[in-house]
């Protein structure tokens, strides 16, 4: 099966994709993007004393749960993080860096007001650090079986949360990447285009990896919403697999390339 990679101001790529999915968690809904910040911050502050490290790459993992991700889906999301952390291709994209670490959070977003952190800032220096920290996403991520009342796709607010969180890293990190998987276009809270632009002004990439729905429109897919609206920064780039089996192959491919130190482009 195949995928593609598509750069800003650049057409696809093809590439040939596997993968196994599987598996899912809850939600802890919020009312308001303040609260939201709040919770964030709150987390962060334990994260900072618990996992201070300098590290090569910092990235942020922000995984659609609204409404329209069901538990195939959830599952795919979920899974496919796990299985591409702590693939051999990934662990040794990191020891090949200078420090030889990377930092990674993942949290959950969807409407504003509904965002939940799974994972807080995690150094990752080897497979036991990955495998500790898949466990952790394997079995405190989302589900897909409560989906009531989580609203609509607000990747603007996906985007503040991610920036925010890579604001409070509690280290040095030579890359900073807000790392979006999402099935839907913004359709809730703000406009996207202010997070993104502050996101950029930072010196952050926003990467995406975009789900096809069954009813896409072919002449306009969501990786060219995604390209033309949501990535941005230093040799961004959006993946779009082709289906399920794709999905954690497209994952790990862009992971390789975030995590790489010396070469930012997918081959």
Known sequence: MFGSVYHQDAGPLSFRERVRTKGWGILTPVSSISRVTGIVAASMFWAISAHAANVDVAIVFAVDFSSSIDPKIADMQREGH??????????????????????????????????????????????????????????????????????????????????LLLDQFPGKAAKKVIDISSNGENNDGLPVQPSRSNAIAKGYTINAIAIPTEDESPDEPLASYFAESVIGGSQAFVMTPKGPDDYTMALRRKLVTEVSMIDDRPL
């Open 82 to 163: 796990a299985a591409a952390l702590t693939s051999p291709e990934i662990i040794a994209a990191i020891s090949r860096n200078y420090v030889g670490c990377i930092g990674i959070a993942y949290f959950e977003w969807s409407s504003p007001g509904h965002a939940r952190i799974v994972l807080p800032w995690t150094s990752i220096c080897g497979l036991e650090d990955a495998k500790a920290a898949a466990a952790v996403i394997s079995r405190k991520g989302d589900t897909g079986f409560i989906r009531r009342g989580r609203g609509g796709t607000s990747v603007s607010s996906a985007i503040d949360i991610g920036s």
